[in-house]
C-alpha cells in the first residue's frame, strides 16, 4: 500500500472504525466478554456511589483495560485456532485454557484490587 495513503488521516479515521467494529463484533459474540462489561459498568457505579479518589479512578480503569483487552485477545487466539485447527487436538485446547487462563488471573486481581478501593470507602 501507498505510504502517504497508509499514513493520511482519512485512513487513521477508517482504522479506528475497523477497531471498533472488531471490538462490536467480539461483544455481541462472546458471553464472557458482556460478562466483564456488566462488571465493568458495576465497578463504576460503586466508584461514583462512593465518591473515590483521582487516583483509585486511575488504577480501576487501568485493571478495567486490563481485563477488557485481554478478553478480546482470548477470543482472537479462540477464534484464531477454530479456524486453523477447527478439530480437537491437545495442543490446541492447551493453548485456548492457558489464554482463558490468562484473563482469570487478570480477574482474580481486578477482584482483589475492586475490594482494596471500596472496603475502606464503605
Ligand atoms: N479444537 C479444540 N481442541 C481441544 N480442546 C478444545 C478445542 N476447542 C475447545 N477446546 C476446549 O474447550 C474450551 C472452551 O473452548 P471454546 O473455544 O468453546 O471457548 P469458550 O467457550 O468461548 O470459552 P472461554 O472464552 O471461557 O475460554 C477450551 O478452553 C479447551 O479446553
Redesign the pocket.
Known sequence: MNSDLKGSKRNKRIGFRFALSGILAVVKT???LKIHCFASVAVLLTGIFLSISPIEWAVLFLTMGLVLSLEVV??VI?RV??FI??????E??VI??A??GA?LIAACFAVMIALVIFVPNL
Do not use: G, T
Open positions: 462472546e458471553r464472557n482470548n477470543s479462540e485456532m477454530d485447527h477447527p478439530s480437537y487436538h491437545q490446541v485446547k485456548k485454557d489464554s482463558a484473563v
